[in-house]
């Protein structure tokens, strides 16, 4: 029997733009940590140069984001980018977001990197196993 444990999964969870929308996002960081998660939020109101940055800092396997004010697409890209110009190869960290988006622009965000997208409603177990299944290949 192998006794090795695994790291737990390093998330950062980021809300971006002007959205003052917060209640959703905190039940999601509870279900992140009830499953063993580690995860890091940089709160409400932050910049894509500051989530970027808190990122690299945190050294996260994911990193999350959610906006319901319509503005998803610049600031999701302007995060996306900065990963980029940053070094940081989008194969190896997880990007997801959520939010009030639209389903005619979820592959938009997939063609920027987003491996996964969650509209309002999606369940919270779903989000657990798919950060799972992108980052350890586990459910």
Known sequence: MNSQKTAPIRVLIAKPGLDGHDRG???IIQALMDAGMEVIYTGMRVSPDAIVLAALQEDVDAIGLSNHSGAHSTLFESVAKGLTQAN???????LFCGGAIPPAEVSALQSM????VFPPGTSL???VEFLRNEVHGQN
């Open 25 to 27: 996002v905190k039940v």
């Open 88 to 94: 940081v190869d989008l194969k190896s960290k997880v």
């Open 113 to 116: 990197g987003y491996r996964g």
């Open 125 to 127: 177990q779903s989000i």
